[in-house]
């Protein structure tokens, strides 16, 4: 007989644990996957294009327009996650505090402005990182994400039975 296990969890969002939980909803989503690879081999094919022409015609037939693209399009694979996650952040802090419930029901989660209850089926499965547990949905995009960090469990040993809902209710990614 299964007991009924309840973990409390009690945080201000930030910025680091959003990211993180974005770069984790990117790896686990099969169109997260698609989009990063298909960034990457932008980036790798401008690059070895950059390079040959620099090679073959020298530094100045690479005009500043194609330093100033390959830049960009570098930059633009490491800032749109932080940039997201600033907005993000800038809608969790308007939300304040988060105390957030798990139990076999789901998941209870109360702020100052927002309470929610979400049944476990609404996610399908769950990936841990070294700061943060993330929720994913089951569907293609992974568009539904809850990002539940491990600082806001009361003591570290509460992670625990967490981790055991998580494993009983959803599948590892």
Same mark, same amino acid.
């Given at each position: $007989? #299964?007991? &009924?296990?309840?973990?409390?969890? *009690? ?11 974005? @770069?984790?909803? $990117? ?5 997260? !996957? ?16 950059? #390079? #040959? =022409?620099?090679?073959? @015609?020298?530094?100045?037939? #690479?005009?500043?327009?194609? /330093? @100033?693209?390959?830049?960009? +399009? ?10 997201? %996650? ?5 809608? %969790? ?9 798990? &139990? ?11 309470? =929610? &209850?979400? %049944?476990? !089926?609404?996610?399908? !499965?769950?990936?841990?990182? !070294? ?7 089951? &569907?293609? /995009?992974? *568009? ?5 960090? @491990? ?15 998580? +494993?009983?209710?959803? +599948?590892?990614?």
């Amino acid at each position: $007989m #299964a007991v &009924d296990v309840s973990v409390q969890l *009690t945080y201000v969002a930030t910025w680091r644990e959003i990211s993180d939980g974005l @770069k984790m909803q $990117m790896r686990h989503s099969p169109v997260g !996957r698609w989009c990063h690879r298909i960034l990457w081999g932008l980036c790798a094919i401008l690059g070895v294009a950059t #390079a #040959a =022409n620099v090679m073959t @015609k020298g530094v100045d037939a #690479a005009g500043v327009g194609v /330093w @100033k693209i390959l830049l960009i +399009a570098y930059l633009s694979l490491v800032a749109f996650r932080w940039l997201m %996650a600033l907005a993000l952040l800038g809608y %969790a802090r308007h939300l304040g505090e988060h105390r957030v419930t798990v &139990d076999d029901s789901g998941i209870r989660t109360a702020t100052e402005r927002h309470t =929610n &209850d979400t %049944a476990w !089926r609404f996610y399908g !499965r769950y990936v841990e990182g !070294r700061r943060v547990f993330v929720l994913l949905t089951p &569907d293609v /995009w992974g *568009t539904g994400v809850m990002v539940l960090p @491990k600082r806001g469990l009361g003591a570290p040993q509460d992670s625990e039975p967490l981790r055991e809902l998580l +494993a009983r209710h959803l +599948a590892a990614a």
